[in-house]
Nanobody, 115 residues
Framework: QVQLVESGGGLVQPGGSLRLSCATS????????MGWYRQASGKQRELVAT???????NYADSVKGRFTISRDNAKNTVYLQMNSLKPDDTAVYYC?????????WGQGTQVTVSS
């Protein structure tokens, strides 16, 4: 069973930054892709950013230029650097790992952007 553990969430003021981490119980190079998703209260879960084994990245339009997804293969960890945070970024952020049609999710970490 694959386990994903997110960390790094918290309360931050508008304009601030946070870095989320997602540590996996299996080598991340074994996954086709990993990504970050978020779900705000009362809304559907949405894609934030993804990164493939080859290093290709994809971002939601709402976070382009502000968020950066990266990974450290040696640490089996994927990161989401979030800058210039806005109140609309408030949500539970989830890490997802995909492998040959199988998908694994973490438990989520809360990010709250508020003054």
């Amino acid at each position: 069973q694959v386990q994903l553990v997110e960390s790094g969430g918290g309360l931050v003021q508008p304009g601030g930054s946070l870095r989320l981490s997602c540590a996996t119980s299996r080598s991340i190079v074994s996954f086709n892709a990993m990504g970050w998703y978020r779900q705000a209260s009362g809304k559907q879960r949405e894609l934030v950013a993804t990164i493939t084994t080859g290093g290709s990245t994809n971002y939601a339009d709402s976070v382009k230029g502000r968020f950066t997804i990266s990974r450290d293969n040696a640490k089996n960890t994927v990161y989401l650097q979030m800058n210039s945070l806005k109140p609309d970024d408030t949500a539970v952020y989830y890490c997802k790992a995909s492998y040959v049609g199988l998908h694994y999710w973490g438990q989520g970490t809360q990010v709250t952007v508020s003054s």
